[in-house]
């Protein structure tokens, strides 16, 4: 396993859209594994696989409390078969958005479809956190991040601080 470079905000490849995967194979799983490694390092609780460059529909994900074991999930190809009319508010941050959270309101729950790390489909409903972070991360394969749920002003002040930030380090 090797950790991956994360890209920040305005990486112009942040705003591509990444395409289905034909297989889980090794090579898929040995870009999986990087991606949770890079992750847990972060730390962050979720990553698409276009956060490290790689254009693929890939997310890792880690829910765990602390006081809780670690708890990896995969996702391959993931679709979002179900929204619920109700939604809810949560205050969201990104690796690629580093030091930046505001609130985005998104379904409160969602039903998905995916391939686990195995390659086998799994059919499984989300709420809560889960919900929060699939979308959050299913946003990512379309190039789309979560200051784009915001108003124009916020978004150029997020991306501002986030170049700032990056000067200065
Ligand atoms: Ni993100």
């Not at 990486?11 to 999986?32: G, T, W």
């Not at 078969?81 to 690629?96: D, F, I, K, N, R």
């Not at 379904?107 to 998905?112: C, G, N, S």
């Not at 489909?121 to 959050?136: R, T, Y």
Request: glycine share 4%; charged share 30%.
């Amino acid at each position: 396993m090797a950790l991956r470079e994360i890209l920040v905000v305005p990486h112009p490849i942040l705003k591509q859209a990444s395409q289905p995967v034909d297989a889980v194979d090794d090579e898929l799983r040995a870009l999986m594994d990087d991606m949770l490694e890079t992750m847990y390092a972060a730390p962050g609780i979720g990553l698409a696989a276009i956060q490290v460059g790689v254009p693929k529909r890939v997310i890792v994900m880690d829910l765990h409390r602390p006081e809780e074991e670690k708890q990896p999930r995969f996702f391959v190809n993931p679709e979002i078969v179900w929204t619920s009319e109700e939604t809810a508010p949560y205050e969201e941050g990104c690796l690629s958005v580093p030091e930046i959270y505001d609130e985005v309101e998104r379904p409160a729950r969602v039903k998905l479809r995916y391939l686990n790390y195995a390659g086998e489909p799994v059919e499984e409903d989300a709420e809560g956190l889960f919900a929060v972070c699939i979308q959050h991360e299913m946003d990512h394969l379309e190039g789309v991040l979560f200051i784009d749920h915001l108003s124009r002003l916020k978004r150029e002040q997020a991306i501002k601080k986030v170049k700032k930030q990056a000067k200065a380090a």
